[in-house]
């Protein structure tokens, strides 16, 4: 994550809700942004089940007792990481939508995977935990309620794709929501193998997506 030091307004809100402690608020931003990217790190590479506090107090520099003056459980923690995450998210995808100037619904939908991919603004660290999140998370000991980091993009897929409907781009009789479902989809296993050890070639990717997505839905 490109952000140098992490939202206080969230923080505050995740203080209230009781996932961090008032006394992790009043840390500098330095080491609260520290704690983070270890968490994001470690996460990432070991998942829920794996990840062991004393590793993380270790390589975070901090305590095990201070630790547990900060957060609850581990698994308080883990939330706290992926409230942060998804924060971001939602702000880069903001971002995207703000710069995206094309018109066509394959063209928005291409600029949009490779701002998230071929233009991504993660870290590798950034990537492997957003693979944990979306794909190993159902396997781990802990469950988050209402955790969907995809959920950004999906509603923006959804948005394209009701547009290119309307302007007759795409066909009109398929379900125009069960349409962007499906893409947005299809976007999501692009981006799982494009942060994963599976690499596509970006003209390769792109072909493909913008084939199935229009050949295989325009009338």
């Not at 704690?35 to 470690?42: G, P």
């Not at 581990?74 to 703000?98: P, T």
């Not at 603004?121 to 979306?134: A, C, G, M, S, V």
């Amino acid at each position: 994550m490109n952000a140098l030091f992490l939202d206080e307004n969230l923080i505050a809100q995740l203080v209230r809700r009781g996932v961090v402690s008032d006394t992790f608020r009043r840390l500098t931003p330095d080491k609260k942004n520290r704690v983070y990217r270890v968490a994001i790190r470690l996460f990432g590479v070991y998942g829920y089940d794996g990840l062991a506090v004393d590793q993380l107090c270790k390589e975070a520099g901090i305590s095990k007792g201070s630790f547990f003056q900060y957060f609850p459980s581990k698994s308080h923690l883990l939330e706290f990481v992926v409230l942060v995450f998804d924060d971001y998210l939602a702000r880069w995808l903001a971002e995207i939508r703000q710069n995206e100037k094309a018109v066509l619904a394959r063209d928005r939908l291409s600029y949009l995977y490779q701002s998230l991919v071929v233009n991504s603004r993660l870290f590798k660290d950034d990537e492997r935990f957003f693979l944990f999140i979306t794909s190993a998370m159902n396997h781990s000991a802990v469950t988050i309620e209402g955790i969907d980091l995809e959920h950004h993009f999906r509603d923006y897929v959804e948005e394209i794709i009701e547009r290119g409907e309307r302007t007759g781009e795409i066909r009109g009789d398929f379900d125009v929501e069960m349409t962007g479902y499906l893409a947005a989809l299809i976007i999501e296993g692009l981006i799982r193998r494009q942060y994963g050890d599976r690499k596509l070639a970006q003209r390769e990717t792109e072909e493909y997506l913008i084939s199935f997505l229009f050949d295989g839905i325009k009338a």
